[in-house]
């Protein structure tokens, strides 16, 4: 605040007065994965009403196709909580009615060394690799997919139970970024109309015997 005051008591207060507005310009335009209500907008402009129902969606649990334990009910979980609070879509359970099931597996996940001396490694990083599909639930006609790396970097210490709580809450930060951009891309197909322009196109024959 001093320094903003020393500027405008030098006889610039005009070039203060376009600074802020020129940053407020820019706050305006902020783009972010987390969002309450209707989600992000691009430009800053409100997103237009929708008649529209949002579309009902099922999160199925996520195949583990690594070896690490337990991932896929994390995972689902951070998938299903950003879904819920920002995705376009009203996330319901497997029990009711839906009109989208999205389902997905954990490819890989790698632990490349980042740094290291003569005789140990210094810094790691965890690199989740996630798949995830959403179909029609009458027609099982794929309407969208991602192939999504999250990623999170971890020092390595001499104490191997603490690497591997380093290295477990690696993946957890990884798999919170994935689910939030899955949730932030899901937005932004459904608010361009991406979701309208799929139940237009007819789906594929089935090939021929």
């Known amino acids: 605040m001093r320094g903003l005051w020393r500027i405008s008591s030098g ?30 907008t691009i430009g800053g402009a409100k997103a237009a009403a929708s008649a529209e129902p949002p579309p009902r969606l099922v999160i199925r649990t996520l195949e583990n196709r690594t070896f690490e334990p337990n991932l896929e009910t994390r995972y689902t979980n951070y998938i299903r909580y950003e879904f819920e609070n920002g995705s376009g879509a009203q996330v319901v359970p497997d029990s009711e ?34 798949f995830v599909k959403v179909e029609e639930t009458r027609t099982k006609k794929q309407i969208w997919a991602q192939t999504i790396k999250g990623m999170s970097e971890f020092f390595i210490t001499p104490d191997l139970q603490f690497n591997r709580a380093l290295q477990n809450r690696a993946m957890e930060q990884a ?15 459904v608010e361009s109309g991406g979701l309208r322009k799929e139940a237009k196109t007819p789906a594929a024959p089935p090939p021929a015997p």
Not at 14 to 36: D, P
């Open 11 to 40: 006889g610039t207060f005009l070039a203060s007065l376009a600074c802020l507005a020129a940053l407020a310009s820019v706050s305006a335009c902020g783009y972010q994965f987390q969002v309450e209500g209707a989600g992000p």
């Open 97 to 130: 009615a839906a009109d989208l099931v999205l389902s997905g597996q954990i490819l890989s996940v790698t632990l490349p060394t980042l740094s290291f001396n003569l005789t140990t490694t210094l810094e790691s990083r965890t690199e989740v690799v996630v």
């Open 175 to 189: 798999g919170r970024f994935i689910a939030s951009d899955l949730a932030a891309r899901f937005l932004m197909h």
